[in-house]
């Protein structure tokens, strides 16, 4: 059987997913957080000789820059010839997650986008603030005496939406899931929920081969709103967390997912 180390937070509330039986008779999964020691995460490399390794989200627990980037040196300095989901290939592309460098990447898809660069933008009525490295919509922020850190730059500042719809659309190994997950965007007095599920427009559909003809990764969830007629991208998550869509449809995306990376294989 193959194994896959998969790397990730104790924060990450989908791992219980990637742990079920349908995975198991499948694929033998070993779990290593971030906050375990380096030098025990080497010698796993050396000694199991991984056939993949999932890299998740390092950002949503305590993130600690310099432990998180030794740790990702390790594992493609050791990886022997295990293959890399998302075929991240440097310490950088884990920071794909930053919403300023989507943008960079992304811009014709997305509302305008900017560095943040003063609080009275933070204030205004026309616009939301993000954190540009955060998780769960934890990182938004609508008045500016929430802001977690001094330093502006730390945060985005996007052209705000009237959103009538929100989606949250999976792409597993270039294949679009036509079942999408509906969402409630975040305000100032309710936190984002995932609400049902819906399949998807053709129109939607055909926005989402855009994005990931240029963007794309082996699993990742892409938020897409509808506004003004029109189709906007919020943002791409790579390590994205999927328990809704399974409470929703009972569907578990990491079995789909094992399913999928075995066909590749």
């Not at 779990?31 to 000789?49: N, P, R, T």
């Not at 030794?70 to 884990?94: C, F, M, P, Q, R």
């Not at 449809?249 to 066909?263: D, G």
Request: glycine fraction near 4%; charge should be negative; hydrophobic fraction near 35%.
């Amino acid at each position: 059987m193959k194994k896959m180390l998969l790397v990730t937070t104790v924060n990450d509330i989908s791992l219980s997913l990637f742990l079920t039986q349908k995975v198991k008779k499948k694929l033998e999964i070993d779990v290593f957080f971030f906050h375990e020691d380096i030098a025990m995460l080497k010698e796993k490399l050396v000694s199991e000789g991984y056939d993949y390794i999932y890299i998740r989200d390092p950002f949503n627990y305590e993130f600690d820059k310099t432990n998180a980037e030794e740790k990702i040196k390790t594992i493609l300095d050791n990886k022997g010839d295990a293959y890399i989901i998302d075929s991240l290939e440097s310490v950088e592309d884990i920071y794909f997650e930053d919403k300023w460098n989507q943008y960079l990447v992304l811009k014709e898809f997305m509302p305008s986008t900017k560095v943040l660069e003063s609080l009275e933008a933070v204030d205004s009525a026309d616009s939301i603030t993000k954190k540009r490295i955060s998780s769960r919509s934890e990182g938004i922020v609508f008045h500016s005496k929430d802001l977690k850190s001094d330093d502006l730059s730390e945060y985005i500042v996007q052209e705000k939406l009237k959103i009538n719809k929100e989606y949250r659309v999976y792409v597993l190994f270039d294949e679009i899931l036509t079942t999408a997950s509906l969402k409630s965007s975040k305000t100032e007095t309710s936190r984002v929920r995932t609400l049902g599920t819906e399949e998807l427009s053709q129109d939607v559909i055909e926005f989402v081969k855009k994005i990931t003809e240029k963007k794309n990764f082996d699993f990742v969830g892409l938020d897409v709103v509808e506004s003004g007629g029109k189709l906007y991208l919020l943002e791409m998550n790579r390590s994205c967390l999927f328990n809704g869509y399974f409470r929703n449809n009972n569907i578990n995306l990491a079995e789909v997912f094992v399913n999928k990376l075995l066909e590749k294989s």
